[in-house]
């Protein structure tokens, strides 16, 4: 019998599990301890999982039973490709199912940032009102800089349409052309630095972006920009970005996903009124999540008849 481990954090667990053969063994509930992990997941054929879940060589070497690893959502730096390629495990996942969902989160944190609703809260939570209120920015009229210009990027552009801005990506792995899509222009990372007054960060985690944005990069921000990051928390030095925030370097941030999550309570993020922070939910809306349950157990099913499946799902083809 084939037997599945899936993440709770997939949901709408249901439609899943609707999804999948109705023959197949699934137990629902994953911890995301390494050392467990090693011990759990040689029992099952096939695993669902977030982003949440390391599956690192050590976990991977171990599951000696597995065949198959489905992964909600676009990022697949949580799972060790060569290590799943090396003990003969296909993995797939949905990219671009979040897109829209992600890139509409990345304007919400941008309008936030600029017009400082962290501290327009507290202003309230503390009794206090509007003549304590530090003035916001107005978004239209200023100039955008996206980094990372695949799904989510283009997307970010397109939503900027109604805002009269002006655009610039940069992204060594995109044509200038793609430029036209939102009526922008293609940069180096350090030109889109030094012109924008928002930078959003949309590229994938890799070993060339991790730590992309550092010390030298936002000090060649201007003073009153913010950097939006709905990408993968490493890829900003988030101790510069600290420091940045704290001395005035940049105006402000937002930001949905951080070094090490889940983000600790007293981090000194939380402590700052230019912050707006939320939990790595920029793809959480119930449309995002439908259609990447159901590509997830298309995928899968698809994979476990030996039926095709699209290419860009399947990173690593073990079949």
């Known amino acids: 019998m084939t037997r599945v481990l899936v993440d709770q954090d997939i949901t709408p667990t249901d439609r899943l599990l609707d999804g999948l053969d109705d023959s197949w063994d ?10 467990t992990l090693q011990t759990v997941l040689p029992d099952y054929d096939i695993a669902l999982v977030t982003s949440r879940i390391p599956l690192t060589r050590a976990v991977l070497n171990a599951a000696t039973r597995l065949s198959l690893i489905g992964k909600l959502g676009t990022g697949i730096d949580s799972i060790d490709l060569d290590a799943a390629r090396d003990n003969g495990i296909t993995v797939t996942h949905t990219p671009g199912h979040n897109a829209l969902s992600v890139a509409e989160h990345a304007l919400c944190l941008t309008l936030a940032t600029a017009r ?4 327009a809260r507290a202003l309230l939570s503390e009794g206090r009102w509007r003549d304590e209120y530090t003035l916001g920015t107005r978004l239209s009229g200023s100039t955008v800089g996206i980094v990372g210009f695949g799904n989510v990027g283009k997307r970010v552009g397109t939503l900027l349409s109604g805002f009269d801005v002006d655009i610039l990506f940069a992204d060594p792995y995109v044509p200038d052309i793609d430029a036209e899509l939102v009526h922008g222009a293609k940069a180096s990372l350090g030109d889109l630095l030094e012109r924008s007054d928002v930078v959003v960060l949309s590229a994938e985690l890799t070993d060339e972006t991790r730590g992309l944005i550092g010390p030298e990069e936002l000090s060649r921000m201007k003073p009153s920009a913010i950097l939006v990051n709905v990408a993968r ?7 510069a970005l600290v420091e940045a925030l704290t001395d005035g370097t940049i105006a402000g941030a937002g930001l949905d996903v951080f070094s ?4 600790a309570a007293d981090s000194p993020l939380l402590e700052l009124d230019n912050v707006v922070a939320t939990p790595h939910v920029a793809a959480m809306t119930a449309e995002c999540r439908r259609g990447n349950v159901d590509q997830l157990a298309a995928n899968v099913m698809g994979l476990a008849n ?3 499946v699209f290419d860009r799902y399947v990173p690593v083809d073990a079949t």
């Open 26 to 35: 699934v137990t629902v509930g994953i911890e995301a301890d390494e050392e």
């Open 260 to 263: 090490e999550e889940p983000l």
């Open 306 to 308: 030996g039926e095709p």
């Open 233 to 239: 928390g490493p890829v900003v030095r988030e101790d």
């Open 116 to 119: 400082r609703l962290t501290e």
